[in-house]
Each structure stands twice: as C-alpha cells, then as structure tokens.
C-alpha cells in the first residue's frame, strides 16, 4: 500500500517528496520477491539499528514502512485503503485522513510541517464531495 506523502499527493495534496513510501503486510511474501527481481531490485532484511530497507538499481524512490504511527493493523487499514490509477495500474493508497493522523502520531518537525497542507487538502476534498452529492441528489 502507498503510504506518506506520495499517497497524499495520489489524492491531490500539494505535497513534494523525494519517495514512495510503501507498506507490506508480508515482507517475506515470494509476490514481492519476484517484483523486486523484476525492477533489479532485492530486499534488505533489518539488522541492528537499521530497519528493512530496499537496494539495487530500482529500488531508488522506495522506501518500506513497518509500522505506521498512530494507525491500527495493516490489515485494518488495507480495508480502508483507496484504489488509484496510476498509468495502468490500480494502486492501493492510504486515505488522507488516515495519512493525517499518522503525521499528527508521529510529531516529527518534518511531518508537523506540511499538516496544514494536509488538513486544507482534506477540507477541500471534502467539500467538493459534498458539493457533487447536493448536485446528483438535486437532478434525481
């Protein structure tokens, strides 16, 4: 699932950011093994200090997340997860209010900085939501 700021800006955020924040139920899943064979990639189990992490020559703009701050299971929010196209695929991305509470857990300097930007995206979202179903539900 797309997670972080690459999900927000899938959901229209004004947001920049230098990856792509993914996050696996199954690390070990031979699914993702292949697809990582695939790109030139390999997977780095964590050692020490250091947490599971990607390498190779297309593993650049990816980073893995193991847990989402201030979210529940990843299977919990897999239900909650929208389906965007991408080109021609159909990638499963954390809704914005979901990304909003992970940045607000996580109060790092980096992550309380853009959620203004994250909470005005979400207000406007919502309105323009709320503003087609006024609209469908008067020309029914």
């Known amino acids: 699932m797309v997670v972080g700021l690459s999900a927000a800006a899938l959901q229209g955020a004004p947001v920049v950011t230098e990856d792509v924040d993914l996050w696996f139920d199954n690390l070990s899943d031979p699914k993702l093994m292949q697809a990582l064979v695939?790109?030139?990639a390999a997977y780095?189990?964590?050692f020490g200090y250091n947490?599971?992490?990607?390498?190779?020559?297309?593993?650049?703009?990816f980073d893995i997340a193991i847990r989402m701050n201030g979210?529940?299971?990843?299977a919990e929010e897999w239900k909650r997860a929208l389906k965007i196209k991408v080109g021609r695929?159909?990638?499963k991305?954390?809704?914005l209010e979901r990304i909003l509470a992970s940045k607000q857990a996580a109060n790092r300097p980096k992550d309380l900085r853009v959620i203004p930007v994250l909470q005005n995206t979400l207000?406007?979202?919502q309105m323009k939501a709320k503003h087609r179903a006024k609209k469908s539900s008067a020309t029914k």
Not at 51 to 61: F, H, K, T
């Open 89 to 91: 695929l159909w990638l």
């Open 44 to 46: 780095i189990p964590p």
């Open 93 to 95: 991305v954390l809704p």
């Open 51 to 61: 947490p599971p992490m990607l390498g190779g020559a297309g593993s650049e703009p």
């Open 71 to 74: 979210l529940g299971e990843f």
């Open 123 to 125: 207000r406007t979202l």
């Open 38 to 40: 695939k790109v030139g």
